[in-house]
């Protein structure tokens, strides 16, 4: 789950797995997989960060290291 900001400056939570889509008209709106649509205060790129900080500390994104191949 991650903390989003409705225009009404209300904070919610909002499953990330269930995102389709971001964009931006010029408010960011996000469209669920359901087809529902909901309109932010958040920019795309703060959500971008959001999601994928919590990815990783969940481990859906991995942190690679730059290895040595032998």
């Known amino acids: 789950m991650?903390?989003?900001i409705r225009l009404n400056g209300k904070p919610f939570?909002?499953?990330a797995m269930l995102i389709e889509q971001i964009e931006a008209f010029p408010?960011?709106?996000?469209t669920l997989i359901s087809g529902k649509k909901i309109v932010v205060r958040n920019s795309m790129?703060?959500?971008?960060?959001?999601?994928n900080a919590r990815f990783t500390q969940i481990g859906l994104i991995g942190?690679?290291?730059?290895?040595?191949?032998f």
């Open 27 to 30: 408010d960011t709106t996000i």
């Open 13 to 15: 939570l909002l499953n």
């Open 45 to 51: 790129d703060e959500i971008h960060r959001i999601i």
């Open 63 to 69: 942190i690679y290291k730059d290895t040595e191949e």
């Open 2 to 4: 991650i903390e989003l």
